[in-house]
């Protein structure tokens, strides 16, 4: 072997090893529900990051995964499912979101923010499969009912923000996947 290409292979392998070493992983967004909290006023959840992150969920209850009445697949049988997932602008919403690929005949699912996912009579959802974020849980005002309070998570619409930041942040660019779970 010639001197150069001795230097040639040893800088390659110096290379692959730096670069295997420094890269950041992918960064895989874990939502645990849990399952014994479950009603038709949602399915609470935690969501972490990985990366320093954390926060609550609220989600519809498990229906099959029916689109647009159904919390996102796994099925309760405890099996986790990971999802592609990408930081997206919802016209409807007006902010960034984390939206998930199209899998299972569901489309268009996001992590966004909302208050309820409620599903029983006179109840009020914002989500139809989606995944809402925030922090901490309580019995919220409904502004169309005056006085009426429903289950709901709270201090959404900040939290889905420092979710984005974070995001940004910590993922520099690069894809990431959010993997749901039952506890």
């Known amino acids: 072997m010639r001197d150069n290409d001795y ?3 040893l800088i390659a392998v110096s290379m692959r090893e730096w670069f295997r070493t420094h890269r950041k992983p992918m960064m895989d967004i874990k939502i645990v529900r849990d399952l014994s909290r479950m009603t038709l006023e949602g399915t609470p959840g935690k969501l972490d990051t990985g ?3 954390t926060c609550d ?3 519809l209850h498990w229906a099959d ?3 647009g009445i159904s919390c996102i697949t796994p099925a309760p049988d405890g099996t986790s499912e990971t999802y592609n997932a990408t930081i ?3 016209p409807t919403l007006n902010r ?3 939206r998930l690929e199209d899998k299972y005949g569901r489309q268009d699912c996001l992590l966004h923010n909302g208050n309820w996912a409620g599903e029983g009579p006179n ?3 914002q989500v139809h499969g989606c995944t809402e974020v925030g922090r901490g849980y309580g019995q919220i005002k409904r502004p169309v009912d005056g006085n009426v309070t429903q289950f709901g998570i709270m201090n959404s619409v900040v939290t889905l923000e420092a979710l984005i930041a974070h995001i ?3 993922a520099d660019d690069q894809p990431f996947t959010v993997s749901y779970s039952w506890e």
């Open 57 to 59: 969920t609220l989600e």
């Open 96 to 98: 960034d979101v984390v």
């Open 65 to 67: 995964n029916q689109r």
């Open 51 to 53: 990366t320093g992150f």
């Open 123 to 125: 109840e009020v959802t």
């Open 7 to 9: 230097i040639y292979n």
């Open 88 to 90: 997206w602008h919802s």
């Open 168 to 170: 940004k942040e910590n």
